[in-house]
């Protein structure tokens, strides 16, 4: 991973959409099944929207049925960081990008058995994709 990335809240809203900078910068949700890469079966890597981090990996992709892309691990460690999220009433684990802290989504329990038993359940928005055969 590159050198962590610090950006004024000014800088980061003029480089990301609306939409984006709410779930990135505001830990927003997008609307379940409403993503570009929910249903997305291409192999790839997933990168951070805002910084270009290496994320997840296709091959770690799962449907999960939540309505937002699921996977049960992370690309390498160190790629995201976890926190605890205590807001809306509930405890649950945040994943933000390693490298510039935006907001991605959140990590629970429910993933395949047969792996790592995770699932990072990540907003379409906080992701760009990098086809296999583009490299």
């Not at 192999?43 to 296709?58: H, I, M, P, Q, V």
């Not at 937002?68 to 605890?84: A, C, I, N, T, Y």
């Not at 992701?127 to 055969?133: E, G, Q, S």
Request: proline share 4%; charged share 25%; aromatic share 10%.
């Amino acid at each position: 991973m590159a050198d962590k990335i610090a950006k004024s809240e000014a800088e980061w809203r003029e480089q990301l959409t609306p939409d984006q900078y709410a779930v990135l910068r505001q830990a927003g949700t997008e609307r379940p099944f409403s993503g570009e890469y929910v249903h997305n079966k291409v192999d790839g890597t997933y990168r951070c929207a805002a910084c270009g981090n290496e994320l997840f990996s296709s091959e770690t992709k799962f449907e999960s049925g939540s309505g937002w892309p699921s996977f049960w691990d992370m690309m390498e460690e160190g790629s995201v960081e976890l926190r605890q999220d205590n807001s809306h009433g509930m405890v649950r684990t945040e994943v933000v990008c390693a490298r510039c802290g935006s907001h991605l989504g959140h990590l629970f329990d429910d993933g395949p058995r047969e792996t790592t038993g995770l699932r990072y359940c990540i907003n379409s928005l906080a992701l760009d994709f990098d086809p296999a055969d583009s490299k």
